[in-house]
Nanobody, 114 residues
Framework: VQFVESGGGLVQPGGSLRLSCAAS????????MSWYRQAPGKEHELVAR????????TYIDSVKGRFTISRDNAKNTVYLQMNSLKPEDTAIYYC????????WGQGTQVTVSS
């Protein structure tokens, strides 16, 4: 199982980023996919989840209305569109499946700062 995240960067408050995660080693189209984030000194936090078909999505309250999770099963890729970014969104962002895989990707750093 492998996850390769990309798309992070440094952005000013109010800006936008689109993260991508390419997954391999399992039947991507059959499983729920999630985005997590980890801020310095904190545990992984579940940010958003999407059903196998993409028909159902869930978000933590702090990102509702600002983040959108989506997937392309033909490309084995899950996305996270992040708008109206805030400094508290600063973290390393990871994707993973459900049930959780034992391995994590390298993540992609998102820094929101003026």
């Amino acid at each position: 199982v492998q996850f390769v995240e990309s798309g992070g960067g440094l952005v000013q408050p109010g800006g936008s980023l689109r993260l991508s995660c390419a997954a391999s080693g399992f039947t991507f189209s059959s499983l729920i996919m999630s985005w997590y984030r980890q801020a310095p000194g904190k545990e992984h936090e579940l940010v958003a989840r999407i059903s196998s078909t993409g028909s159902t999505t869930t978000y933590i309250d702090s990102v509702k209305g600002r983040f959108t999770i989506s997937r392309d099963n033909a490309k084995n890729t899950v996305y996270l569109q992040m708008n109206s970014l805030k400094p508290e969104d600063t973290a390393i962002y990871y994707c993973n499946r459900f049930p959780l895989a034992n391995s994590w990707g390298q993540g992609t750093q998102v820094t929101v700062s003026s």
